[in-house]
């Protein structure tokens, strides 16, 4: 049986003798990536000629080297063993060379090690609203000598950087399984493994002596796929009681970027190459994407009309991000907001072909046809878990849904790109909170009080209905409780408090941490936590704070006896079952003959 061409040998008819040389020896540099760089080399190769690219691959290495000195030099698609090894050097080799910089002055500690960092292609973590400020600089210096600093770096820029040369080269279409490359995917598999392991092998032990591994303490909230989608249907199926209360119209509504953000294009059942592609990460698309809704929405502020509801943003095939909206909006606005939306939308390339069919769209939801819920369900269900849709096909790439659904997780991981995000209405971070708190807790530290400190029985009511609301799931009634869909983050009844300078303790790089400590009324100064103290600095008459951090906890590994102590936020078992309360209200799910609109 005759053995497979290696990717330099299936070149070598590409140009002379020295060609193949220098192919192979910056081909063998990469094994990881050969394949992927052979393939980008033999299109150019084709359309423009060796020469090209030969200039080509010598580009496409140098993005994937870092440092100038051949001692200094790491390749990005090297294995994480080895990415970890050069994270531990450069650290040491920072902190050897600040102390060094510091003799002269901290501004010459910051423009040297900028200088340094350049050289791998990351940046100092400076504000440049606090170029001058010392503290600032000294924060900025710390995470440099962090091995664990450059890992993280490290780590976004190689993947970052090898799948969107994987998308160049075409192996990020629906022929190759969609949205992120085979490489990809596997290595996001791989890192699910390990902090699977890691959460196994670390236990938290409250004050009470009541341990829980991580793993077991990740499965009770958003972190488990089943709860966050559940979580999402709740509060889109609230949003759309309070517009039936208050006679808004639900729209439906997609946005795509320009045809020149797509590496790939998609017809008559083949994939090929966009020649429109401008080089765009799925990042730059996001960001114009960011762009268009920021225009629309300050446009929006200054007519007056208002919106809630929720985005998802979503990929293409071939990696390049779209969103989804269900919003909802006064039936008055309803047009100009349709006017407007189709006016940003097009604003750029809106000329090109197809673009105002592709490019953007609206649907008007019909109650008649199935609710809000039912629109979204599937965009919701398919970029998360799959739950419910399973068996359905998916238009991108034409697979069933559950095998799609890791491709989906691997590609927002790998970019950045936030999948689900609420537009106006309450917040959820205190919808979360309250859900940890039960009425007689809150009884128990009312008690601790003073007369002048505790909630008046106006006060308390206010309190219990917006708790109530929550605790049973109802994000309707809660967001009702609060102000309204349309309230501004200010007046809600209920607020987070967070505090990142009173009774904290500095981060690990020395900077002040900010922490949610609790819950506080509208109308509420400055508070301090309940293991701070239970009196405000100033007017104490008009402090009315509910806590949700009960228990101290400590963080071990498995295998330790030794401890060590850390604060753990938002942890609140009762009894011995961490977070098993009475049962909430079930959250939404489809009813049998729901129509759900795709």
């Not at 690219?53 to 294995?79: E, W």
């Not at 960011?290 to 446009?299: D, N, P, Y």
């Not at 809600?492 to 500095?506: F, G, H, I, L, Y």
């Amino acid at each position: 049986m005759k053995a497979p061409q290696t990717p330099a040998q299936r070149l070598k008819h590409f140009g002379t003798a020295d060609c193949h040389k220098f192919r192979t020896s910056i081909l063998e540099a990469h094994p990881a990536m050969a394949p992927a760089l052979a393939d980008i080399y033999e299109q150019t190769a084709r359309a423009t000629g060796y020469a090209e690219a030969n200039r080509q691959l010598s580009r496409n290495h140098k993005r994937l080297t870092i440092g100038q000195q051949a001692a200094n030099v790491f390749f990005l698609d090297a294995d994480d063993e080895a990415l970890c090894s050069f994270a531990k050097m450069k650290a040491i080799i920072f902190e050897d060379r600040l102390n060094d910089w510091m003799k002269i002055d901290i501004y010459h500690a910051r423009n040297k090690a900028r200088e340094f960092l350049s050289a791998y292609c990351l940046e100092l973590p400076l504000d440049p609203k606090a170029e001058d400020c010392k503290e600032h600089i000294l924060a900025a210096l710390v995470r440099p000598q962090d091995a664990m600093w450059w890992r993280r770096q490290l780590r976004v820029k190689s993947k970052r950087t090898i799948e969107q040369l994987m998308r160049e080269a075409g192996r990020v279409s629906a022929a190759r399984g969609g949205y992120v490359s085979d490489f990809t995917v596997g290595r996001r598999n791989g890192q699910k493994i390990r902090n699977q392991r890691i959460l196994e092998g670390m236990e938290a032990t409250n004050q009470r002596g009541e341990s829980f591994t991580l793993a077991e303490l990740s499965e009770k909230n958003v972190s488990n796929p089943e709860k966050r989608r559940l979580e999402l249907m709740t509060r889109i199926s609230g949003f759309e009681e309070v517009a039936k209360s208050s006679g808004h119209v639900g729209l439906f509504l997609t946005l795509s970027c320009p045809s020149k953000y797509h590496a790939m294009k998609k017809a008559g059942g083949r994939c090929f190459r966009n020649p429109k592609y401008n080089g765009s990460t799925p990042r730059n698309a996001q960001a114009y994407l960011v762009g268009i809704w920021e225009k629309l929405r300050a446009q929006l502020s200054k007519q007056g009309i208002k919106t809630y509801g929720f985005r998802i943003a979503e990929p293409h095939h071939d990696g390049t991000p779209h969103w989804h909206l269900m919003l909802f909006i006064a039936p008055e606005d309803r047009d100009q907001f349709v006017n407007l939306f189709y006016d940003y939308a097009l604003e750029e390339d809106g000329d090109e072909a197809g673009a105002a069919v592709h490019r953007c769209d609206v649907v008007d939801i019909d109650p008649a046809k199935g609710t809000a819920a039912g629109y979204i369900a599937k965009y919701i269900g398919k970029n998360i878990n799959g739950a419910c849709i399973e068996s359905e096909i998916d238009d991108e790439t034409g697979l069933f849904i559950e095998q799609t659904c890791n491709r989906v997780e691997a590609w927002a991981t790998c970019w950045g790109i936030r999948q689900f995000q609420q537009i106006g209405g309450a917040t959820v971070s205190v919808y979360r909170e309250l859900r940890k708190v039960e009425s007689e807790q809150v009884n128990d530290w009312q008690d601790m009080l003073p007369e002048a400190e505790k909630m008046t029985g106006d006060q308390r009511s206010e309190f219990d209905a917006i708790h109530d609301a929550a605790d049973q799931g109802e994000w309707g009634q809660y967001t009702l409780f609060q102000g309204g869909a349309q309230v501004g983050r200010a007046e809600q009844k209920v607020r987070a408090w967070r505090d990142k300078t009173e009774n904290s303790k500095p981060g690990k790089y020395e900077s002040a941490v900010e922490k949610l400590c609790g819950l506080i009324q509208t109308g509420a100064e400055k508070l301090r936590g309940l293991f701070m103290g239970a009196s405000p600095r100033t007017n104490p008459a008009a402090a009315k704070t509910v806590f949700t951090c009960w228990n101290l906890w400590s963080i071990s590994r498995a295998a330790r006896s030794a401890a060590t102590r850390t604060c753990v936020n938002n942890c609140n078992p009762v009894g011995n079952h961490l977070y098993e309360r009475r049962p909430p209200k079930p959250a939404w799910e489809p009813s049998p003959g729901m129509a759900i609109a795709t």
